[in-house]
């Protein structure tokens, strides 16, 4: 770069300068400040090289119009992930971290056309048919429970004790995961999002959700895994557990992160001191720390022009919704009240179908929780909080905090329809036995 430039400079940790190298999304520089590398790849114009992990090349959309253009023409840009040329060409190492999260499976997020459409409306007619109420009760229940692991202790990390574990449990419940398979479940779906030992979570979830497909077609019930098996568009085994690795991994991961980020809001903020701003909260999270900030995979059907780039079919395309999101042109609309939606949730024909129940759940956590732990307060600075790294996730690592320890923990009440009622604190402290899995506790101390 030469003095007389008037290009900014790259990040601190960014190898990327004027020779076109590409922008790493993968390092712990730009999980600390991704608006930075944002700010940097916006001014090259509305698509930047980005590498996802090492070797792992794509092309991220940053900005708002152009994101929408990509999400909503479903005819030049394919979901389907047998498209992708660099990993047909055997440049993606088979044990890459975010391969889990790319990689075609036969479910409504990577199919296109008529196929997309049947997957879709078997997921969306199953959703429909959960009962907000039994939601509610179900977080809440969920929460009561994960607050007697730590509730007597007087502090705990509302990341990983708290926002990690919830959605997981509210699914397995929902989706009627028995003891066995919801602890695989869990440990699948932790495995792909963290990136650890990815090949194998990722086998371990399919596995599980495979033998769940075989209950349910034995016996069904009164959950959506049931739903999805009856719908009319007829689905079969195979594609029902990998509806099933969707709905639980795509579902949970950013529900994780949206309920963290919107308590990190909360407990570093003091325009939300007063606790009843968490409708608020939650819209400001979605707006500037969305939980999925880079994903939305696609792949131009054919050669083009796009953006004022040269793109190749099969290249990998992305769409940042955090750059999207905070870039100018929404953020000009915003300030001046306009009612144009942010991009958290997506647009377009693949959308998030369950945006509704993912609102409620984030509500009913964190309402819960700060009605149980009313003086809960961050137990450290704020500036010493760090942040998962990964391309695709906006996540803490961890959220410490204090409070005043609870004298008295909860227990479902059978005869009140699985609501809650008082009981003693265990002798353990609320201690997880490491012999169990984290499902099968919470079944045994719901049904106990």
Request: hydrophobic share 40%.
């Amino acid at each position: 770069m030469s003095a007389h430039s008037t290009d900014p400079a790259p990040p601190p940790g960014c190898p990327a300068h004027d020779s076109g190298l590409s922008v790493p999304l993968y390092g712990p520089e730009f999980a600390a400040d991704p608006q930075a590398y944002y700010e940097y790849m916006r001014h090259h114009g509305p698509t930047a090289p980005v590498e996802l992990a090492p070797g792992v090349e794509a092309t991220l959309v940053t900005d708002y119009t152009t994101a929408l253009q990509l999400l909503q023409d479903s005819g030049t840009f394919r979901k389907d992930g047998r498209r992708w040329r660099d990993l047909n060409e055997g440049r993606i190492s088979p044990d890459s971290p975010v391969l889990p999260l790319l990689v075609h499976r036969p479910n409504c997020m990577f199919t296109d056309g008529a196929e997309h459409l049947r997957l879709r409306q078997a997921v969306t007619d199953s959703f429909a048919q959960v009962d907000s109420r039994r939601l509610s009760q179900s977080t809440q229940r969920v929460s009561d429970y994960l607050i007697t692991q730590f509730g007597t202790r007087g502090s705990a990390d509302l990341l990983n004790d708290y926002a990690k574990q919830l959605p997981l449990f509210v699914f397995n419940e929902l989706f009627g995961c028995p003891a066995d398979i919801g602890d695989r479940v869990m440990f699948g779906i932790a495995g792909i999002f963290d990136g650890i030992n990815a090949e194998k979570a990722n086998a371990v979830l399919f596995q599980a959700v495979s033998e769940l497909v075989q209950i349910k077609r034995n016996r069904p019930g009164d959950d959506v895994t049931s739903w999805l098996m009856q719908h009319q568009a007829r689905l079969n085994d195979e594609e029902m557990a990998h509806q099933l690795v969707l709905l639980l991994g795509a579902g949970a991961e950013p529900l994780r992160n949206l309920i963290g980020n919107t308590l990190h809001r909360l407990l570093t903020n003091d325009r939300y001191a007063n606790g009843g701003l968490i409708d608020e909260a939650i819209d400001d999270t979605l707006w500037e720390n969305p939980p999925m900030a880079n994903y939305a995979p696609h792949y131009p059907a054919a050669d083009m022009e796009f953006a004022g780039q040269k793109v190749r079919a099969g290249d990998l395309m992305l769409i940042s919704f955090a750059a999207a999101n905070t870039g100018p042109t929404l953020t000009a609309a915003r300030q001046a009240g306009s009612n144009r939606s942010h991009l958290a949730w997506s647009a377009g024909p693949h959308a998030c179908p369950s945006k509704e129940p993912a609102r409620l759940v984030t509500v009913s956590a964190i309402e819960n929780l700060l009605n149980r732990l009313p003086d809960v307060e961050l137990a450290v600075p704020e500036d010493s909080l760090t942040w998962r790294p990964g391309p695709f996730n906006r996540a803490l690592a961890t959220l410490p905090t204090r409070f005043t320890p609870m004298r008295t923990v909860r227990r479902p009440d059978p005869s009140a329809g699985g609501q809650t009622a008082a009981a003693g604190t265990p002798d353990d402290g609320g201690s997880r036995k490491p012999e169990r899995g984290l499902w099968s506790s919470f079944l045994t101390w719901w049904k106990g």
